[in-house]
């Protein structure tokens, strides 16, 4: 009977100094830079050790293994794009429902600061250690607590999704953007792939605005997004 695949976890020291905390932001920027120039065959403790600039031990002291370093850098994009994810809800840039939905859309695809090759091996990664509900699921609650704030806002042009639809529209999006990833689309960063990306998300919000009034009432499970 197959064993259940346990999640990576970094039991290490935490750094709680700045000098730390400065020492853990270099260690993952090089895992960063490492994966770009050479994906995950050139990817070891001992490579980013050397290109961070320090010992082997000191990034033992914080990264049990590699795979505790590509996850930790895998949490440290998501936190960055759910902070853009979360003005883009909010509209600051474009309060329209294109305007939000492309500010996001545009924010997903730009993940990883534009190094293509180091989010795709995080990606796979992520994949093979089956970690991607885990980091999943995090990301889906985000978007909906954020969307719930910004619906409740008087004039908020989004609509209620229920779990269903919310799962569904997540997905479909995330998914198509991981697809190109790992299958290195010429046209992932293209203005043509962010507008196709609009235009299903936008047409499936638009559907479900449209249907609203024949809604024979609120449903709980409804989130606001």
Request: proline residues 4%.
């Amino acid at each position: 009977m197959a064993t259940r695949r346990q999640p990576v976890e970094n039991k290490r020291r935490i750094p709680r100094q700045a000098r730390a905390a400065e020492t853990v932001a270099a260690i993952v920027e090089a895992a960063a830079q490492i994966l770009e120039r050479g994906g995950l065959a050139a990817f070891t403790t001992n490579a980013v050790a050397e290109r961070a600039g320090v010992s082997i031990g000191t990034l033992y002291q914080y990264f049990g293994d590699k795979n505790a370093l590509l996850l930790a850098l895998a949490r440290q994009e998501m936190e960055a794009a759910l902070a853009e994810i979360g003005r883009a809800l909010q509209g600051e840039v474009d309060p329209s429902l294109e305007g939000r939905v492309r500010a996001m859309v545009r924010t997903m695809i730009h993940a990883f600061r534009g190094r293509q090759r180091a989010r795709k091996a995080v990606v796979q990664a992520i994949l093979a250690q089956g970690l991607g509900i885990e980091l999943m699921a995090p990301v889906a609650s985000f978007i909906a607590a954020a969307g719930a704030a910004v619906g409740s806002s008087p004039g908020s042009m989004l609509p209620a999704l229920s779990r269903e639809q919310l799962f569904i529209l997540s997905r479909s999006a995330l998914g198509a953007i991981r697809a190109a990833v790992l299958e290195e689309q010429p046209f992932l960063r293209s203005r043509g792939f962010e507008d196709e990306l609009v235009r299903m998300v936008v047409a499936y919000l638009g559907a479900i605005i449209a249907a609203v009034p024949r809604d024979l009432g609120p449903d709980p499970g409804r989130t606001r997004v």
